[in-house]
Nanobody, 124 residues
């Protein structure tokens, strides 16, 4: 099975940028489609972005489309989430997840492997 570790979270002002990384170990990342999810205090976990095993297949939540970009570097066993034009409502714990599927997935129930999460805080 694969182990996932997120990094890159932090505190940023509104309008700023962050890049989250999700490093995989145990198995090669190319065996999995990847997703990013987030959970704000008092709210349910929600889908952010997903990428299939082939990098050309991506999908985004409407709330982040045009601002966030998901990518992967299978040679480095790492997935990324580039977040631009951040808003206070983007504040949440961000999780990466892996699924043994070809295509990206929006439903968190489809993901078997999860990282521990990284906090992103956007100040106004």
């Amino acid at each position: 099975q694969v182990q996932l570790v997120e990094s890159g979270g932090g505190l940023v002002q509104a309008g700023g940028s962050l890049r989250l990384s999700c490093a995989a170990s145990g198995r090669t990342l190319s065996s999995y489609s990847m997703g990013w999810f987030r959970q704000a205090p008092g709210k349910e976990r929600e889908f952010v972005a997903t990428i299939g095993r082939i990098s050309g297949s991506t999908d985004y939540a409407d709330s982040v489309k045009g601002r966030f970009t998901i990518s992967r570097d299978n040679a480095k066993n790492t997935a990324y989430l580039q977040m631009n034009s951040l808003k206070p409502e983007d504040t949440a714990v961000y999780y990466c997840a892996a699924a043994s599927r070809w295509y990206g997935l929006r439903d968190d129930n489809d993901y078997a492997y999860w990282g521990q999460g990284t906090q992103v805080t956007v100040s106004s």
